[in-house]
């Protein structure tokens, strides 16, 4: 259906279309990297993947071959120039920023990047212009979900790593067995519904997941505050220019609607980046996306 959309989009408004399968490399390098995160226990951001290697990896690449010069999306996020190097930014419209799920694309990818949505400071703005040029798209639902997965998550999940997990003991942070879990992919640090544990006493303080162990077949939970970390290590950090210095204070997103957090960077490494965070960060997953911003700029980002 999507495809037939654009395909009388660009009927519309008198430009060629053409379209590739993709879904050879989008299997290899977005899913089943996606499959794998899960099944270890970790909490992947695909959109990241899909964007760094297949909308301006792929797709990219095979514009190119038909003589375009660039990429243009609905991302709301915006291109910058420093001199002749690209910088990234948050796009205007309150709650629809999508940098953060960009920031692993390099020079060579920003360059080629076009944003037209970046400046809009609302989805009825854009929905009013599409009207306007008679685009039958004009009031199409947003998407709200991972576009290859089918109904709930954990539904899906189940399906794909079939055999690939096992109920196992869920632990208080002594150690101590307190209920069984369904299996490691279904649970992610901060988790609080569906743990599956009563109350010891009605006025007993709700539990979290603390932290999932695919090798010990474990998932740790406890009170919110031990949720709190004061430090956060990003590994495999991808920089859009410079990197950071030891004492620059910077801001940390971790979810790709969360509020970012104030940190300073305590120790960088050629691949690796140290975080200070005070106050503390919540929410902290690993495998998670943790992307770093100077105000609405993005400076860099790296897996927690």
Known sequence: ???????????????PHFSWNLEPEFQREVVTAFEDEYAAGRTPNPCVRCNQAIKFGVLLDRARAAGATHVATGHYARIGRRGS???????????????????????????ASVFPLGSETSKDAVRRTAAELGLMTAAKPDSQELCFVDGPLRADLERRLDGRFRPGAMVDQEGTVVGEHRGVPFYTVGQRSGLGLSPSRPDAAPVFVLAVDASANTVTVGPRSALECDTVRLADVHWIAEASAPGAQLELQLRAHAPPAAVTVADCGRRSVLLHCDPPATQVAPGQAGVLYWGDEVIGGGTV
């Not at 920023?97 to 360059?111: K, P, V």
């Open 1 to 15: 259906d999507a495809v037939e959309d654009a395909r009388r989009v660009a009927a519309t408004i008198g430009i």
């Open 85 to 111: 190097a690209a910088s990234l930014h948050r796009g205007h419209a309150v709650g629809k920023d999508q940098a953060y799920a960009l920031h692993r694309l390099d020079q060579g990818q920003l360059l």
